[in-house]
T-cell receptor, first 111, second 116 residues
Framework: DGGITQSPKYLFRKEGQNVTLSCEQN?????MYWYRQDPGQGLRLIYY???????QKGDIAEGYSVSREKKESFPLTVTSAQKNPTAFYLC??????????FGSGTRLTVV | DQQVKQNSPSLSVQEGRISILNCDYT??????FLWYKKYPAEGPTFLIS?????DKNEDGRFTVFLNKSAKHLSLHIVPSQPGDSAVYFC???????????????FGQGTELSVKP
């Protein structure tokens, strides 16, 4: 079955640590995205990539970094510079103009 | 600057009745609108969409209405079922946003509860 795999589903981070969230897709979609969801807020775009070895900042990129070395993979690193990292993180791909597919998400909690 | 707004955080409806979820937007450049359904700890799943050249789109129990002059869209679910209980997000995009990666602008979401 084609889809998006996000791992881990739950992640706990100590303050000051960097953590990396995994996103793997086998849909053969070129474009990939990272969104963040906070309670009572919509999804906000962190980073996106339309092609391998290229990525762009979204609306809330500060404190995050990404890489796109393979078409299938778009990992997100939450750095210690992110002041409020506790959130639900969603990876998505896009085919065509508006054919978005979302992964099942990773819940990151700072302890 | 919240370009897409869902002003009702929650909605409770009796099974079999109509659910109406509302969404307002401010950017007149938006030309495509989507509704997503989301369960806790899961990713959103696509429900229905509408292009700005239309004012209505229907898919089974789900109908989306678009009023461009009022910059308002609504999702109607008839009849509502307990399995419809979830958070519903409206999202918008535009051709110029497509050139910026095709990002979606999301509303805050409305939590629908359908009671048996």
């Amino acid at each position: 079955d084609g889809g998006i795999t996000q791992s881990p589903k739950y992640l706990f981070r100590k303050e000051g640590q960097n953590v990396t969230l995994s996103c793997e897709q086998n849909l053969n979609h070129d474009a990939m995205y990272w969104y963040r969801q906070d309670p009572g807020q919509g999804l906000r775009l962190i980073y996106y990539s339309q092609i391998v070895n290229d990525f762009q900042k979204g609306d809330i990129a500060e404190g995050y970094s990404v890489s796109r070395e393979k078409k299938e993979s778009f990992p997100l690193t939450v750095t210690s510079a992110q002041k409020n990292p506790t959130a639900f993180y969603l990876c998505a791909t896009r085919q065509g103009f508006y054919g978005y597919t979302f992964g099942s998400g990773t819940r990151l909690t700072v302890v | 600057d919240q370009q897409v707004k869902q002003n009702s955080p929650s909605l409770s409806v009796q099974e079999g009745r109509i659910s109406i979820l509302n969404c307002d937007y401010t950017n007149s450049m938006f030309d495509y609108f989507l509704w997503y359904k989301k369960y806790p700890a899961e990713g959103p799943t696509f429900l229905i969409s509408i292009s700005s050249i239309k004012d209505k789109n229907e898919d089974g129990r789900f109908t989306v209405f678009l009023n461009k002059s009022a910059k308002h869209l609504s999702l109607h679910i008839v009849p509502s079922q307990p399995g419809d209980s979830a958070v519903y997000f409206c999202a918008a995009s535009a051709a110029n946003l497509y050139n910026q990666g095709g990002k979606l602008i999301f509303g805050q979401g409305t939590e629908l509860s359908v009671k048996p």
